[in-house]
């Protein structure tokens, strides 16, 4: 036999690579995808017309969202998922459990900052939590399968 008949497909080496890369590396990679997705549904929200304005938590007055805003601050608030997953990895008995565990609360928790932002459309605001869901979404699966990984390196 040659040697393109004896390699496995390409989707079963994808897997067993994430199945077996560093936790750390595999988070971030799971972050990117996460800030590309949520910022791709902003920028459709924008393309309908949703005002992206939003007031911070302790301002009155909304300012506008500029675009790649949501996607830096997918990847910001990830870094702390990402330490999460890495500890988990170390010091846990089902790191998975862990970190699904702390992440999912954390997700719902951070929905009550579009929630309570004053002076912001309704719609933004929806925008804003669908952004919050869609990265967790994205996120919280492809780490938790890494984490769930039956391997003597978890880290």
Known sequence: MDEATQRPPVAARSTRSLATAPVWLVGVLATLAGAVAAEAFTLAARGLGVPMEAAGVWEEQAQAI??????????????????????????????????????????????????????????????????????????????????????????
């Open 66 to 155: 500029p675009v790649g805003a949501i996607a830096r601050s997918v990847v910001l608030w990830s870094i702390g998922g990402i330490v999460l997953a890495v500890v988990a990895a170390r010091r846990a008995r089902r790191p998975a459990r862990v970190f699904v565990a702390g992440t999912v609360a954390f997700t719902v928790l951070s929905l009550a900052a579009p929630a309570f932002a004053q002076d912001t459309a309704v719609s933004t605001q929806l925008v804003l939590a669908g952004t919050h869901v869609i990265a967790g979404a994205v996120i919280i699966p492809i780490l938790a399968a890494r984490l769930s990984a039956p391997t003597t390196n978890r880290y």
